[in-house]
Nanobody, 118 residues
């Protein structure tokens, strides 16, 4: 059973920065963690959930709307992925969900609110 525990988020002014963290807990081998995609989606009020960023091994992928501003990386802590968000804009306001896709199941975190004020 995999659980995704999120931390970070909050309220920031436009142009500011925030970092989100996601820890995958449960019976996960290092191989499974590092070779399957883990990342973030977000959902703004009244909109569908959308892809933000993902990392598989050392390969990263970003939505065009965040490329150059957001950075996804693996932390030195076990089974932890970080999303560093810079130059935040009001349109980045959303609930951010951690996502981990394994061969047997798609896993989601509970979500964390990010609010960017203008």
């Amino acid at each position: 059973q995999v659980q995704l525990v999120q931390s970070g988020g909050g309220l920031v002014q436009a142009g500011g920065s925030l970092t989100l963290a996601c820890v995958a807990t449960g019976s996960i081998s290092e191989t499974i963690f590092s070779t399957n995609p883990m990342g973030w989606y977000r959902q703004a009020p009244g909109k569908s959930r959308e892809f933000v960023a993902a990392i598989t091994g050392s390969s990263t992928n970003y939505a065009s709307s965040v490329k150059g501003r957001f950075t996804i990386s693996r932390s030195s802590a076990k089974n932890t992925v970080l999303l560093e968000m810079n130059s935040l804009q009001p349109e980045d306001t959303a609930v951010y969900y951690c996502h981990f896709l394994t061969p047997v199941k798609e896993n989601w975190g509970r979500g964390t609110q990010v609010t960017v004020s203008s």
